[in-house]
């Protein structure tokens, strides 16, 4: 298990290597009439993959080292019983394409609302009090960054 892990960080921190010449090439917020250029987040998700990959690698060097008992999976006691937990991920990509179609019909705001709902729930939270201040932040981070920061319209 540790090394299937140790090569998906390696290819994380790989990726984001390869992805910084390309990114480079973006016009600076120097070179455009924007306060944030557009190298800026494509830059910004890079540095976060590079960390994150390089976190991910030293938590596996450390466990592998450590050889962490708690680690093994156990097998769960219903193996035919039917659990939103072992289909989280098809939910996710449905969502995704949902949100995609939704999106042409009733715009950005939304249509991005209603997938952090979906979202949220699939992630397991279950308070609507939760819920509701995610969807709260979630618009108005949406709406501050694009609209009031980038100055970038919603459709």
Do not use: C
């Not at 010449?21 to 016009?27: E, H, K, S, V």
Request: glycine share 10%; net charge positive.
């Amino acid at each position: 298990m540790h090394a299937r892990i140790t090569l998906f960080a390696l290819g994380i921190v790989l990726l984001a290597i390869a992805g910084l010449y390309p990114t480079l090439q973006f016009p600076g917020s120097a070179q455009v009439s924007t306060f944030i250029g557009p190298r800026v987040w494509p830059l910004t998700l890079l540095a976060i993959l590079f960390v994150l990959g390089i976190v991910l690698l030293a938590l596996t060097w450390r466990d592998r080292r450590h050889g962490d008992e708690n680690t093994e999976e156990k097998a769960p006691s219903a193996k035919g019983a039917f659990s939103i937990g072992r289909t989280r991920h098809w939910w996710f990509i449905a969502a995704a394409i949902g949100y995609t179609l939704l999106m042409q019909a009733v715009g950005f705001l939304l249509a991005s609302l209603v997938f952090t709902l979906a979202g949220t729930v699939l992630l397991g939270a279950r308070s609507w009090m939760a819920i509701a201040i995610t969807l709260v932040v979630a618009a108005v981070l949406m709406q501050g960054v694009f609209v009031s920061l980038l100055g970038i319209p919603m459709p």
